[in-house]
């Protein structure tokens, strides 16, 4: 970036560890970084190439303030495609900011959250939508959702948005041929070829939003209830998929009486797991707040886990269970099979099994028994099987709002081309369809959204 000034900033977590890294970038890095260190070599980092290393001490005026290892990186190949210096040194709090203080008090600037990625995406480092991954990669807390990063980083989306802005660019530059020369009839070969291109662009423009709400519970996780009268097991489940003794589980009915909060990873997916309290109607003030809490929750959960008791028949209160879940992608879960069968799981499965978004699985939480079962049978009622999570996915509303725009120009162009109309009135729809996508990758966006998208940075990165 022509003119820019060196930043500097902590980027490693503010916490004690062994190793803590100074980031500092702009054209006055290594100079800068060259004055606060001294080289046990004696060489000055100036005389450093790209990629390499030194070792020695941090100075504040005279005060050494540390050891560290100082690696060297030349614009344009280091991650902000400036010059870069990296500061490694102790990993206490204190020791950290005052080799940050003694960079700082060399003309450098402190930096602001995500400016590292920002000064990447504007030297073209990377896209829009690859910083926005970045992001997501660091908070990433399952196996899917950092394929689904990574994937992102990777550039997936990216490259299947550029493919179809390619294409509706040579679209436009079939049409501006023809505009060339107005008095012609529309040669129907032509609009044919228009109509297709525009189709198959639509349908996968069709794809990626249909799979927003799959990438965003692979990213963000999958707001999960559990419900199920008093005693069925659901904190015994609950622990079981935390792997830790979190809930209070006892035999007396009634003694989950709060929601307790916790994430699980169940295969590759994150749940965030709300343990309500038996979904029973009492007198019990508090138990009364926890069956509130419960319904409440089940109006925003994307998933319910049912939990019945094997080892007993099937009661009006249970039959009344099934009658609040709604339309909400659920799996009963039969717990208890290492006591014996008694419930009716035929009438379960007949209830629940006709309906595509429904799975009924049978399992011991106690012994830790089918749980795989259980996975698969989420996975299948969130449709997350078969999604390729390192495949191209709209991460957040900013793609998906830029993304449902291109939709619906799209249709309005084919709409405009079903009229009747001359193919320079198509043309007004394709350049904005263009325009969308290019926002959408962030090549052509204003200042304010780039700001926007890296306000939800931290410091550091
Ligand atoms: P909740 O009220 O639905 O949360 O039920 P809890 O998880 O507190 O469990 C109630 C009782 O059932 C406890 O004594 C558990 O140990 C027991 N329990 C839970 N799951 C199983 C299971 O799979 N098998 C057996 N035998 N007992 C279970």
Redesign the pocket.
């Known amino acids: 970036m022509a003119g820019s000034k060196t930043v500097a900033a902590i980027s490693t977590p503010h916490a004690v560890g062994g190793i803590s890294v100074v980031r500092i970038s702009g054209p006055d890095a290594i100079a800068a970084a060259d004055r606060v260190f001294r080289p046990v070599s004696g060489r000055s980092l100036a005389e450093h190439r790209g990629y390499t290393a030194a070792y020695g001490t941090v100075y504040d005026g005279e005060e050494a303030v540390d050891e560290a290892v100082v690696t060297v990186f030349r614009a344009p190949k280091s991650y902000t495609g400036e010059d870069v210096a990296e500061i490694s040194c102790h990993g206490g709090l204190y020791v950290t900011r005052r080799v940050l203080m003694a960079v700082l008090r060399q003309g450098v600037s402190p930096a602001g959250p995500g400016e590292f990625t920002k000064r990447a995406f504007l030297n073209g480092k990377l896209s829009l939508t690859q910083a926005e991954a970045v992001a997501d990669l660091i908070q990433a807390g399952g196996e899917q959702s950092l394929r689904s990063a990574r994937g992102a980083v990777n550039g997936a989306l990216y490259r299947k948005i550029q493919g179809l802005t390619e294409r509706m660019l040579e679209v436009s530059g079939h049409i501006a041929a023809y505009m060339d020369y107005p008095e012609e009839e529309i040669d129907p070969v032509e609009s044919d070829e228009v109509r297709s291109v525009l189709t198959q662009v639509k349908a996968e423009m069709d794809g990626l939003l249909a799979r927003f709400d799959q990438g965003r519970m692979i990213r963000e996780g999958v707001e999960t209830v559990i419900l199920?009268k008093?005693?069925?097991?659901?904190?015994?489940?609950m622990n079981l998929l935390a792997g830790a003794r979190k809930?209070i589980?006892?035999?007396i009915?009634g003694?989950?009486r709060d929601v307790v909060e916790e994430t699980v990873t169940l295969g590759g997916v994150v749940l965030r797991l709300a343990d309500t309290a038996?979904i029973r109607e009492t007198g019990d003030a508090v138990e009364q707040a926890g069956v509130e809490l419960a319904l409440e929750r089940l109006d925003s959960a994307q998933l319910v886990l049912a939990?019945f008791d094997s080892s007993s028949p099937l009661t009006a209160e249970d039959e009344r269970l099934m009658e609040r879940l709604g339309g909400v992608p659920c799996v009963a879960v039969c717990?208890?099979t290492?006591?014996g069968q008694m419930l009716d799981v035929q009438k379960l499965r007949e209830r629940f099994c006709p309906e595509k978004s429904a799975r009924l699985v049978e399992i011991?939480?106690?012994?830790g028994k089918g749980l795989e079962e259980l996975s698969r049978a989420v996975e299948e009622v969130l449709s997350l099987n078969g999604i390729e999570a390192s495949g191209a996915m709209l991460a957040n509303m900013r793609q998906f709002s830029c993304a449902e725009r291109a939709a619906s120009l799209l249709e309005e162009a084919l709409a405009t081309l079903e009229a009747g109309y001359t193919l320079d009135a198509v043309d007004v729809s394709v350049e904005s369809v263009i325009s969308s996508l290019l926002e959408l990758t962030g090549e052509r966006v204003t200042d304010a959204v780039v700001e926007q998208v890296f306000s939800r940075f931290c410091v550091g990165k």
Request: hydrophobic residues 25%; proline residues 8%.
């Open positions: 199920g008093p005693n069925v097991g659901k904190s015994t489940l809930s589980v006892t035999d009915p003694t989950t038996g939990v717990n208890k290492d006591l011991s939480a106690q012994e």
